[in-house]
């Protein structure tokens, strides 16, 4: 279980604040995905990166901005969040965006916006 | 655009017994890849089985099988000889090849429990 990490696995925040989320992947890939899980709806794909450039940004607000600085670390930066944005933040990585390719999930974080 | 729909929010198992988890699909592609994720509570997502559309053999890992009728676009997963541990949110996922077909979509998910 630790070839996909985030940090922190808990986070609360109030509207005002900006805060980011930081995924880090030890397994040699090249594509690494940003998901979003609510409750009792499907997980939701935010973005995607391959190689280290967005090929997927899917209408995601403007108040989540990511980042991948090399293959290895992704990050979601937050701002002027909205209380239905609590929720559980997932990273994943694959070794590439062809459909045939596992995806590796990491632990989450628990995001909650008051 | 495609979807996927799991339609037991949850399901209950007896120790020993053996389950199966309903999914069905759109898609108007013929090639295409079926998932099932495991999502065991506060741990982290992992890949239990997949299906190639394009094999008519059923996929199997273990005790876990699956049920793949593409007229029928149905994807069912087979849990035998249950254990405690497979209790856990399952995921049935589709994606297509490259690009953005490549990204997986998901159900909604079902809830298994297990009895001792």
């Known amino acids: 279980e630790t070839g996909v990490t985030q940090t922190p696995r808990h986070l609360v925040m109030g509207m005002t604040n900006k805060k980011s989320l930081k995924c880090e992947q030890h397994?040699?890939?090249?594509?690494m995905y940003w998901y979003k899980q609510s409750a009792k709806k499907p997980l939701e794909l935010m973005f995607v990166?391959?190689?280290?450039?967005?090929?997927e940004n899917n209408s995601v607000p403007s108040r989540f901005s990511p980042e991948c600085p090399n293959s290895s670390h992704l990050f979601l930066h937050l701002h002027t969040l909205q209380p239905e944005d609590s929720a559980l933040y997932l990273c994943?990585?694959?070794?590439?965006?062809?459909?045939?390719?596992?995806?590796?999930f990491g632990p989450g974080t628990r995001l909650t916006v008051l | 655009a495609q979807t996927v729909t799991q339609s037991q929010p949850e399901m209950s198992v007896q120790e020993a017994e053996t389950v199966t988890l309903s999914c069905t699909y759109d898609?108007?592609?013929?090639?295409?890849?079926l998932f099932w994720y495991k999502q065991p509570p506060s741990r982290q997502m992992i890949l239990v089985i997949r299906?190639?559309?394009?094999?008519?053999q059923n996929a199997t890992e273990n005790r876990f099988s699956v049920n793949f009728q593409k007229a029928a676009k149905s994807f069912s997963l087979k849990i035998s000889d249950s254990q405690l541990g497979d209790a856990a949110m399952y995921f049935c996922?589709?994606?297509?090849?490259?690009?953005?077909?490549?990204?997986?979509?998901f159900g909604k998910g079902t809830k298994l429990s297990v009895k001792p």
């Open positions: 990166y391959s190689l280290e450039e967005r090929v």
């Open positions: 397994l040699g890939h090249n594509a």
């Open positions: 994943a990585s694959s070794r590439g965006t062809s459909g045939n390719y596992e995806q590796f």
């Open positions: 299906q190639e559309a394009y094999k008519q």
């Open positions: 996922a589709y994606s297509g090849y490259g690009g953005s077909q490549g990204n997986l979509i």
């Open positions: 898609t108007s592609e013929s090639d295409y890849y």
